[in-house]
Structure formats: C-alpha cells, structure tokens
T-cell receptor, first 112, second 113 residues
Framework: GESVGLHLPTLSVQEGDNSIINCAYS??????FIWYKQESGKGPQFIID?????DKRQGQRVTVLLNKTVKHLSLQIAATQPGDSAVYFC???????????FGKGTTLSVSS | DAGITQSPRHKVTETGTPVTLRCHQT?????MYWYRQDPGHGLRLIHY???????DKGEVSDGYSVSRSKTEDFLLTLESATSSQTSVYFC????????????FGEGSRLTVL
C-alpha cells in the first residue's frame, strides 16, 4: 500500500493498492470528525465519521483511525479503484451546534 | 438526497454589483451553512444559521451578509462584489442533532470581473 506524510496535497496510487490519507486537526476539544470526498464539479460527499470516544471505525472499503494523543486522523481506502479519484477532506466539529471546520484536502489520483 | 438546491449555479458579475445566492431545502432542517471553496484553502465557513432569524459569522464573513426569514431558505448576499469573492459557494444543511455530518449542495460558481 501507499502512505503519505501529513498534509500532502496529492497522492498517486495504482489501482488495487491501499491508500492512506492523513490529516491533523487543530482542537483537542473536538469531539466529532468526518471525511468527505469531492469529485470534480460536485459538492463534498460524506464518506465516514468517527466520534472522539472511538479510535477506529470501518465502513465499506474505508477505515478511519483517530489518534487523539497527537491529534491525527487518517482515512484508509482498501483496494483503491479509479472511481476513488477525488479530493478528500477531513473535518472536525469543535462544539455542538457549530459548523464543521475543514482541512485543505488531498487529491487522490488512481491509475489503472 | 437531502433536498438542497442552490441558485444560481453559475453567475458572472462586475465589481461593485450586489449578488444574492439562494439555498433552498425541502426538509425543515434547523442548521444551514454557507462555505466558500478556493484552491489551496479548502472549504471555509462564511456564515451559518441555527434557526429562522438566527445567524452567526464564520471565519471569512467580511463582505457577506445572510438572511433566514423562513426555515427553507438561507440567502447569502454580497452587497458590493469584489474580485476576491470569485469562488465556488456551497450551501450545507445538518440533518440531525447538534453535531454530525453536513449534506452539501452542488455549489454556485461566482465570477466577479
């Protein structure tokens, strides 16, 4: 699989590889985290979320890991497909009732 | 589909003109948000609303105002558009609770010449 350091704006992988996209969040009091996928010309689309009382959550082909000690969030995509090519954003919710605060995004490119 | 529509989807205007973008939802959700998206900045919050006539500023609110006179509509107004407000604007709604995922509209691309 392919992994990236923190905040890299782009990630290129081969079809079938595992992808890991990393994100650092800013507020240790944030209690909710979410990953979005945005395809060209469209609005962001929900992928998976996790609350601060968990350190791992799995969905279909995706896993989110939360490390509160270092305020780090990662999205793992198994068996990456060309349709996974998009920009991926992490977001945090700092307090109830307020808006999500987004990271700058990572562009994932999948080649066949 | 959370039932969000944005209008207009595309607009070109000149510096100094007023512009209003509309976000319409069909499901009576309490929280609505306006974000702008620019290369290298991701999504930044402009304003949000937590009920009719209840709004608050986000991190990039200067030059923008909002209104929410009824639950289903959240309007974003640029009183006097500037070239720095050229951007893609996204409306979002929160469908449950005080925290949780946002559903986004398809975006409104604004170009200020």
């Amino acid at each position: 699989g392919e992994s990236v350091g923190l905040h890299l704006p782009t990630l290129s992988v081969q079809e079938g590889d595992n992808s890991i996209i990393n994100c650092a969040y800013s507020n240790s009091a944030s209690d909710y985290f979410i990953w979005y996928k945005q395809e060209s010309g469209k609005g962001p689309q929900f992928i998976i979320d996790i609350r601060s009382n968990m350190d791992k959550r799995q969905g279909q082909r995706v896993t989110v890991l939360l490390n509160k000690t270092v305020k780090h969030l990662s999205l793992q995509i198994a068996a990456t497909q060309p349709g996974d090519s998009a920009v991926y954003f992490c977001a945090e919710n700092k307090e109830a009732g307020t808006a999500l605060i987004f990271g700058k995004g990572t562009t994932l490119s999948v080649s066949s | 589909d959370a039932g969000i529509t944005q209008s207009p989807r595309h607009k070109v205007t000149e510096t100094g003109t007023p512009v209003t973008l509309r976000c319409h939802q069909t499901e009576n959700h309490r929280y609505m948000y306006w974000y702008r998206q620019d290369p290298g900045h991701g999504l930044r919050l402009i304003h949000y609303s937590y009920g009719v006539k209840d709004t608050d500023k986000g991190e990039v609110s200067d030059g923008y105002s909002v209104s929410r006179s009824k639950t289903e509509d959240f309007l974003l107004t640029l009183e006097s558009a500037t070239s720095s407000q050229t951007s893609v604007y996204f409306c979002a709604i929160r469908t449950s609770g005080d925290t949780g995922e946002l559903f986004f509209g398809e975006g409104s691309r604004l170009t200020v010449l």
